[in-house]
């Protein structure tokens, strides 16, 4: 009977063990797939700027020294890369805690393609005849990019930094 007593206690704390280790790798699992899609993030913004809105603001910068199929051709590059950072964005692979964060991000990536597409169909006539209605209207279409950063620096950042957070996860830049 004292045996019995001994290994059943014995198999209920062997039980305890493996389901805190059980617990303890799902916990460490589901915060790496939060850091990890903080990584891709980051990535994903730091390509952005240095391969699309900075090059697009210097080439619009230096467009009056160019030729208007020159500038549109370098344009309707830069969208084309907008448009691959775009897709990539959209196939992460994204923990349930960042869907708010994904959603917020995909419409900051969208709306950068989407200020690219507008302005490369502008170029052209800016840099011909009628540059000063379409330098107007290219203005205002440079305000999609200033919606876009302000949707990733209020609601991207904060969103991912507070999931972060909240799982006990800090120090990551976002």
Request: glycine share 8%; proline share 2%; with cysteine.
């Amino acid at each position: 009977m004292v045996r019995r007593r001994i290994a059943a206690g014995v198999a209920v704390l062997l039980l305890i063990v493996i389901v805190l280790l059980i617990n303890g790798c799902l916990k460490s699992e589901k915060q790496q797939s939060l850091k990890d899609y903080n990584h891709a993030v980051s990535q994903l913004a730091q390509e952005s700027d240095t391969q699309v809105s900075h090059p697009l603001f210097t080439d619009l910068a230096g467009a009056s020294g160019k030729s208007a199929l020159d500038v549109e051709v370098q344009i309707d590059q830069l969208r084309i890369q907008a448009q691959s950072v775009a897709s990539r964005a959209k196939s992460l692979s994204v923990p349930g805690e960042m869907a708010a964060a994904q959603r917020a991000l995909l419409l900051a990536l969208d709306l950068r393609v989407e200020g690219i597409t507008k302005i490369a169909a502008l170029v052209p006539t800016a840099l011909g005849g009628q540059g000063k209605q379409a330098s107007s209207l290219i203005a205002g279409d440079m305000e999609i990019f200033l919606a876009s950063d302000v949707i990733f620096s209020q609601r991207v950042g904060p969103l991912i930094k507070q999931t972060l957070a909240a799982n006990g996860i800090h120090g990551l830049s976002t």
